[in-house]
C-alpha cells in the first residue's frame, strides 16, 4: 500500500511538472507541434509561458495523481462543476469573512478564465488536440460564463457597493445581485441599478471585459480552430 502511494505521488508531481516542461519547449521551438510551418513571436512566448504558469498552479491538477485518461477528464469536468456550485452556494450563503470570499471568487474567476485562454493559446498547439477537445471546452466555457456572472455578484453583494438609482437602497438579496451582474455583463445597462463606491465601479467596469474576453476573443479564436481541424483532416 505504501509503494504504491509513493508511486501515485510521484507520478503525480512528474505529471503536475510537465507544465514547467511546456515553457521550455515553448521557447525551444517544439511548439507549435501541429503547425511545424508556425513560427512563435517573443510576445506570443512571453504570453503563452505567463497562461502556462498560472495553470501550473491550479487545483485542477490534482487530476495528475490518477493514471486513467478517462478519470482524468472526468475530474476536470467535475472540477468545473464543483466550482460552479460552490459559487451558487456562496452567493445565497456568503462568508462571514468578506476577505476570504474574494480571495475564493477572485482565485476561481481567474482559474477558470485562464484554463480557457491556455486552451487557446496554449493546447491547440499540442499533438492531439481535435474536435472533441473543441466541443468540450466550448461546453465547458459556457459554464465558466455563467461563473463570471455569479462570482461578479457575490462581489457586489459582498462589498454593498450597488444601489437603486432612484433611492439610497443597496441591493441585498442574490436575485438582485444576479440581476444586475447580468445586465451588467451584457451592456444592457437598464439604469435601475448602479454602483454607489468606487470599488463598485471598478468592478462593473472588469466584469464586461472579462465577459468580452471569452465572448469576442475564446469563441472567435475557437472558430478558427474549428477551420484549423478541418484543414488537418483534409491532409490525411
Known sequence: MLKWVRMTLKRGISDWLKEYQLISDTWSGKLPECYKKISLSILEKVFMTVLIFIRSLSLVHIKEFFSSYKIRSEISEFYVLAWFVVLLWLLWYPLSSTAFLF???VYRLIDGLNYRLCIVFVDRYKRGWGLRSLNRSLLILMFNYCEIIIGFAILYLA????????????ITTPIEALYFSTVTITTLGY??????SPLGQKLALLEPLLGFILVILVIGVFLTGVRDIKEKTEED
Open 103 to 105: 480571495v475564493i471568487v
Open 159 to 170: 462589498t454593498y457597493s450597488i444601489g437603486y438609482s432612484n433611492s439610497n437602497r443597496i
Open 191 to 196: 439604469g435601475d441599478m448602479m454602483p454607489i
